[in-house]
């Protein structure tokens, strides 16, 4: 067999393996997508397995009319965007901070920002509720929004300590020469520098905020306040699952998700070919 055979052979089980990987991944989200345009007997029925006939939407007026879904959506962006947007910004200051400062402890508090993201939630939730009970924030979204740094900042501070040390010093040391403070060098060259990797951590961070269900349900015990992984449970009754409002409410629950990396995807593309510097 030639070369170019084999070349040709390899490229086509390449993308073989692939399209599997790719249907893999897709699949769950595409049968959850049908099972939601299904009714009840179809279902239950084998004849449309793979494809409502006819398509239903009862399942989404049902949801988004006769429950407080509209209130669980409002509270989950609310409460995303808001832990983002404050994890982001302490992560990012903290990040750079321990990456280029040289102070007693540095090294001590580096290894504890990574200890601390290794610790799970869920052994911490108790002597954090009491914190958050203390403060007053208890059965609030400013009670969440407070909490879910706990488990983001960590993670995003230690992702970005990479990509700032990444960043030639000389860069901030020029700006400086010229002018500039630490904190102008900062924000005018090393965080325009750093976009891709800071949008990937707040990418990440909303996610994580987005899908938290257990701080949300020890937290929160109004029905109006709840976040939507907490609402969508609530369709669970014993052992009775009514599948249609919760692949439904899960469709809605990912598509955010989903428009977020799309939308951003094409500004961390760009990041990383940005910024270079002219000899």
Do not use: C
């Not at 393996?17 to 049908?34: A, E, K």
């Amino acid at each position: 067999m030639s070369k170019s055979a084999i070349a040709r052979l390899q490229g086509a089980v390449s993308y073989a393996f692939l399209l599997g990987l790719l249907l893999v991944v897709i699949f769950p989200f595409y049968w959850m997508t049908v099972t939601s345009l299904k009714s009840e007997d179809q279902m239950r029925s084998l004849v449309s397995m793979f494809w409502p006939s006819p398509f239903v939407v009862d399942n989404y007026r049902h949801l988004l009319q006769k429950t407080d879904f509209v209130a669980w959506f409002g509270n989950s962006v609310f409460v995303a965007v808001s832990s983002t947007v404050l994890a982001t910004a302490i992560g990012t200051i903290g990040a750079y901070s321990l990456a280029r400062l040289r102070f007693l402890g540095r090294g001590f508090m580096a290894s504890a920002t990574l200890i601390t993201y290794l610790v799970p939630p869920s052994i911490l939730f108790i002597p954090l509720y009491a914190q958050i009970r203390n403060l007053g924030l208890a059965d609030s979204l400013t009670g969440l929004i407070a909490a879910y740094p706990s488990f983001t900042v960590p993670f995003v501070t230690w992702l970005l300590m990479g990509y700032f040390e990444s960043i030639p010093v000389e860069l901030e040391e020029s700006a400086m020469i010229d002018g500039a403070t630490r904190f102008g060098a900062f924000w005018r060259v090393v965080l325009p520098l750093s976009a891709p990797g800071v949008l990937a951590a707040g990418l990440y961070a909303f996610t994580q905020s987005w899908n938290e269900f257990l701080y949300a349900l020890v937290f929160i015990t109004d029905v109006k306040l709840r976040t939507l992984p907490v609402g969508l449970s609530s369709f669970i009754t014993g052992d009775v699952y009514g599948w249609g409002f919760l692949m439904a409410g899960a469709v809605l629950t990912t598509l955010p998700v989903i428009a977020a990396y799309i939308y951003l995807q094409k500004y961390m593309v760009e990041g990383l070919t940005a910024g270079g510097v002219k000899g």
